[in-house]
């Protein structure tokens, strides 16, 4: 967005803010009604902006519950789902091992063979150090 464009959204959010406060305080409109005693005017637009901000106190703690809760929540099911996709994996691979058997054969053996060259080159080294 362009700065004038962002001025102008910041002007008018003040603008609207402003009358906002502007109509709880000085306007005619306030009427608080708490257990049949209806109350008007400058007390009632107190007592109006302290329930309304009791609320919305209110209102944060349990949205902050909530998204605790489901903090809690979807981390124990991202864990049970890594674990059910590595269970699915071990599953898959123990289905797949018989078919991969004549592969693992050669390979198996290329191992074998270098383990047993590599550990012959290190018996020299330390007979030689001795």
Not at 58 to 70: K, M, R, W
């Given at each position: ?98 078919l991969l058997l004549p ?28």
């Amino acid at each position: 967005m362009k700065t004038n464009a962002k001025k102008l959204i910041f002007a008018v959010l003040i603008f609207l803010l402003a009358v906002a406060a502007w109509q709880s305080t000085v306007g005619d409109g306030m009427h608080v009604n708490i257990d049949g005693d209806e109350i008007d005017g400058p007390l009632a637009a107190v007592l109006g902006l302290l329930f309304g901000g009791m609320g919305m106190v209110i209102a944060g703690v349990v949205l902050s519950c909530v998204a605790v809760f489901l903090c809690v929540l979807f981390a124990g099911l991202g864990v049970l789902m890594v674990s059910g996709i590595a269970l699915g994996g071990a599953v898959l691979l123990a289905c797949v091992s018989p078919l991969l058997l004549p592969l693992l054969i050669p390979f198996g053996l290329y191992w074998f063979f270098v383990v047993r060259v590599r550990k012959q080159r290190q018996r020299a080294l330390v007979d030689h150090a001795v």
